[in-house]
Protein backbone atom coordinates (compact mmCIF):
# COMPACT_ATOMS: atom_id res chain seq x y z
CA UNK A 1 0.00 0.00 0.00
CA UNK A 2 1.32 3.67 -0.87
CA UNK A 3 1.19 4.54 3.01
CA UNK A 4 3.43 1.54 3.84
CA UNK A 5 5.98 2.24 1.46
CA UNK A 6 6.21 6.03 2.36
CA UNK A 7 6.77 4.82 6.13
CA UNK A 8 10.00 6.14 7.87
CA UNK A 9 7.65 6.04 10.01
CA UNK A 10 8.47 3.17 10.60
CA UNK A 11 11.66 4.57 12.10
CA UNK A 12 11.85 5.65 13.91
CA UNK A 13 8.64 4.78 12.86
CA UNK A 14 10.06 5.12 13.80
CA UNK A 15 11.45 7.06 10.84
CA UNK A 16 12.26 10.04 10.29
CA UNK A 17 13.96 14.57 2.04
CA UNK A 18 15.12 17.02 1.52
CA UNK A 19 13.26 19.88 2.31
CA UNK A 20 9.33 20.44 2.85
CA UNK A 21 7.19 20.72 -0.35
CA UNK A 22 4.21 22.88 0.28
CA UNK A 23 0.91 20.73 0.47
CA UNK A 24 -1.63 22.84 0.39
CA UNK A 25 -4.53 24.27 2.16
CA UNK A 26 -5.27 21.64 5.28
CA UNK A 27 -9.11 21.02 5.70
CA UNK A 28 -10.54 21.99 8.85
CA UNK A 29 -9.42 19.51 11.55
CA UNK A 30 -12.16 17.71 13.34
CA UNK A 31 -11.11 16.92 17.10
CA UNK A 32 -9.94 12.97 17.53
CA UNK A 33 -11.94 10.74 19.76
CA UNK A 34 -8.59 8.73 20.82
CA UNK A 35 -9.72 4.98 20.43
CA UNK A 36 -7.51 3.90 23.42
CA UNK A 37 -8.90 1.70 25.90
CA UNK A 38 -7.96 2.26 29.12
CA UNK A 39 -4.92 0.25 31.21
CA UNK A 40 -7.59 -1.06 33.49
CA UNK A 41 -9.29 -2.45 30.31
CA UNK A 42 -6.29 -4.13 29.22
CA UNK A 43 -5.40 -5.50 32.41
CA UNK A 44 -8.80 -6.85 33.12
CA UNK A 45 -8.46 -8.91 30.06
CA UNK A 46 -6.02 -11.18 31.79
CA UNK A 47 -6.48 -14.68 30.80
CA UNK A 48 -4.77 -18.08 29.52
CA UNK A 49 -4.96 -16.78 25.90
CA UNK A 50 -2.71 -14.55 24.53
CA UNK A 51 -4.37 -10.98 23.63
CA UNK A 52 -3.84 -9.03 21.09
CA UNK A 53 -2.72 -5.52 20.66
CA UNK A 54 -4.83 -2.34 20.75
CA UNK A 55 -4.31 0.49 18.70
CA UNK A 56 -5.35 4.20 19.33
CA UNK A 57 -4.80 7.64 18.13
CA UNK A 58 -3.87 11.14 20.19
CA UNK A 59 -4.65 14.52 19.43
CA UNK A 60 -1.85 16.69 18.88
CA UNK A 61 -1.81 20.61 19.57
CA UNK A 62 -1.30 23.04 16.59
CA UNK A 63 -0.57 19.41 14.43
CA UNK A 64 -2.74 18.07 11.54
CA UNK A 65 -0.64 14.59 12.55
CA UNK A 66 -2.12 12.52 15.15
CA UNK A 67 -0.13 10.29 17.84
CA UNK A 68 -0.35 6.39 16.94
CA UNK A 69 0.23 4.21 19.66
CA UNK A 70 -0.99 0.99 21.08
CA UNK A 71 -0.62 -1.22 23.97
CA UNK A 72 -0.18 -4.93 24.51
CA UNK A 73 -0.50 -7.69 27.67
CA UNK A 74 2.74 -8.97 27.63
CA UNK A 75 3.08 -12.23 30.03
CA UNK A 76 6.86 -11.66 31.74
CA UNK A 77 8.04 -9.67 34.36
CA UNK A 78 8.42 -5.71 34.07
CA UNK A 79 12.31 -6.43 34.37
CA UNK A 80 12.00 -9.01 31.52
CA UNK A 81 10.32 -6.67 29.09
CA UNK A 82 12.31 -3.52 29.72
CA UNK A 83 15.78 -5.95 28.72
CA UNK A 84 13.73 -6.45 24.97
CA UNK A 85 12.44 -2.37 24.57
CA UNK A 86 16.28 -1.10 25.94
CA UNK A 87 17.64 -3.66 23.22
CA UNK A 88 18.41 -0.55 21.12
CA UNK A 89 20.89 -2.60 18.40
CA UNK A 90 17.90 -5.06 17.41
CA UNK A 91 15.33 -2.56 16.90
CA UNK A 92 15.66 -3.53 13.42
CA UNK A 93 13.54 -6.37 14.85
CA UNK A 94 11.06 -4.80 16.73
CA UNK A 95 10.02 -1.42 14.73
CA UNK A 96 8.82 -1.98 10.97
CA UNK A 97 10.39 -1.04 8.17
CA UNK A 98 13.84 -0.16 9.67
CA UNK A 99 16.67 -1.87 8.18
CA UNK A 100 19.78 -1.19 10.33
CA UNK A 101 19.73 0.18 14.28
CA UNK A 102 23.20 1.29 16.00
CA UNK A 103 24.40 2.36 19.07
CA UNK A 104 26.45 5.11 18.48
CA UNK A 105 27.27 5.86 22.23
CA UNK A 106 26.08 7.64 25.45
CA UNK A 107 25.52 11.08 26.13
CA UNK A 108 25.23 11.14 29.91
CA UNK A 109 23.01 8.21 30.89
CA UNK A 110 20.77 8.47 27.56
CA UNK A 111 21.62 6.01 24.18
CA UNK A 112 22.24 7.77 20.69
CA UNK A 113 20.65 5.38 18.50
CA UNK A 114 21.00 5.57 14.43
CA UNK A 115 18.10 3.76 12.35
CA UNK A 116 17.63 4.05 8.74
CA UNK A 117 15.22 2.73 6.18
CA UNK A 118 14.09 2.57 3.04
CA UNK A 119 11.38 4.98 1.26
CA UNK A 120 9.46 4.88 -2.17
CA UNK A 121 10.46 1.58 -2.83
CA UNK A 122 13.85 2.17 -1.72
CA UNK A 123 14.49 5.56 -3.85
CA UNK A 124 15.08 7.33 -0.34
CA UNK A 125 16.74 6.27 2.61
CA UNK A 126 15.10 7.80 5.69
CA UNK A 127 17.94 7.71 8.70
CA UNK A 128 18.19 9.47 12.02
CA UNK A 129 19.71 9.38 15.15
CA UNK A 130 17.18 9.13 18.14
CA UNK A 131 18.57 9.91 21.86
CA UNK A 132 16.74 7.85 24.30
CA UNK A 133 16.68 8.74 27.87
CA UNK A 134 17.30 6.32 30.77
CA UNK A 135 14.23 4.89 31.63
CA UNK A 136 12.12 7.12 34.61
CA UNK A 137 9.75 5.54 37.18
CA UNK A 138 5.85 6.44 37.09
CA UNK A 139 3.25 6.78 39.63
CA UNK A 140 1.59 3.67 38.56
CA UNK A 141 4.83 1.76 39.86
CA UNK A 142 5.71 1.62 36.12
CA UNK A 143 8.65 2.71 34.13
CA UNK A 144 8.67 5.16 31.15
CA UNK A 145 11.41 5.62 27.93
CA UNK A 146 11.26 8.58 26.14
CA UNK A 147 13.20 9.07 22.73
CA UNK A 148 13.67 11.93 20.60
CA UNK A 149 15.10 12.31 17.03
CA UNK A 150 18.47 15.10 17.45
CA UNK A 151 19.95 14.40 13.78
CA UNK A 152 18.19 12.83 10.40
CA UNK A 153 16.54 13.99 7.79
CA UNK A 154 13.25 14.25 8.72
CA UNK A 155 11.15 17.44 10.66
CA UNK A 156 11.05 15.50 14.11
CA UNK A 157 10.16 12.58 15.81
CA UNK A 158 9.47 11.11 19.38
CA UNK A 159 8.72 7.82 20.80
CA UNK A 160 7.63 6.56 24.89
CA UNK A 161 7.50 3.13 26.08
CA UNK A 162 5.23 2.83 28.85
CA UNK A 163 5.39 -0.05 31.15
CA UNK A 164 3.32 -0.73 33.93
CA UNK A 165 3.04 -4.16 35.82
CA UNK A 166 -0.04 -6.16 35.85
CA UNK A 167 0.84 -9.14 38.47
CA UNK A 168 4.31 -10.82 39.31
CA UNK A 169 4.37 -11.92 35.66
CA UNK A 170 2.60 -9.51 33.69
CA UNK A 171 3.16 -6.23 32.24
CA UNK A 172 1.05 -3.71 30.54
CA UNK A 173 3.46 -2.55 27.03
CA UNK A 174 2.20 0.98 25.50
CA UNK A 175 4.05 2.94 23.06
CA UNK A 176 3.13 6.15 21.23
CA UNK A 177 4.50 7.78 18.27
CA UNK A 178 4.79 11.07 16.45
CA UNK A 179 6.99 12.04 13.42
CA UNK A 180 6.39 14.87 11.18
CA UNK A 181 8.29 13.57 7.84
CA UNK A 182 10.35 15.97 5.77
CA UNK A 183 7.83 14.25 2.51
CA UNK A 184 4.55 15.78 1.52
CA UNK A 185 2.41 12.95 2.84
CA UNK A 186 -0.69 13.38 3.83
CA UNK A 187 -1.52 13.66 7.60
CA UNK A 188 -3.53 11.18 7.89
CA UNK A 189 -1.42 8.63 6.11
CA UNK A 190 1.29 9.49 8.46
CA UNK A 191 -1.27 9.04 11.67
CA UNK A 192 -2.16 5.86 10.28
CA UNK A 193 1.08 4.53 9.42
CA UNK A 194 2.17 5.64 13.03
CA UNK A 195 -0.99 3.51 14.38
CA UNK A 196 0.15 0.56 12.38
CA UNK A 197 3.60 0.83 13.28
CA UNK A 198 2.69 1.09 17.30
CA UNK A 199 1.20 -1.88 16.53
CA UNK A 200 3.00 -4.29 15.36
CA UNK A 201 6.11 -2.81 17.34
CA UNK A 202 4.27 -3.78 21.00
CA UNK A 203 3.15 -7.09 18.86
CA UNK A 204 7.26 -7.86 18.43
CA UNK A 205 8.42 -7.44 21.34
CA UNK A 206 5.67 -9.26 23.27
CA UNK A 207 6.43 -12.30 21.13
CA UNK A 208 10.57 -11.63 21.64
CA UNK A 209 9.61 -12.07 25.33
CA UNK A 210 6.82 -14.52 25.22
CA UNK A 211 8.39 -16.91 22.23
CA UNK A 212 12.13 -15.89 21.78
CA UNK A 213 11.42 -14.00 18.23
CA UNK A 214 9.87 -11.63 16.48
CA UNK A 215 7.17 -11.77 13.43
CA UNK A 216 7.51 -8.09 12.39
CA UNK A 217 5.93 -7.80 8.95
CA UNK A 218 6.10 -4.70 6.38
CA UNK A 219 3.20 -5.46 4.80
Known amino acids: MAIR ?3 LLGLVSLL ?10 TPARVPL ?7 QRVVSLVS ?7 SFRLDVPNSHIDV ?40 GRATDVYMEAPVL ?29 VKGNLDGWW ?6 PCGDDCTVLRLEMFVDPSLPVPPEAVSEELEWAADKAVTAV ?14
Open 5 to 7: TLS
Open 68 to 107: GGAHIRIRASMDKVLAVVKDYAEYKDILPRITKSQILGRR
Open 16 to 25: FACGRVPMGP
Open 121 to 149: RGLVRAWGVARFAPPQRTGDGGLQIEGKL
Open 159 to 164: GTWKLT
Open 48 to 54: DSRVDAE
Open 33 to 39: QAKAVSI
Open 206 to 219: RDVVELGESAVKSD
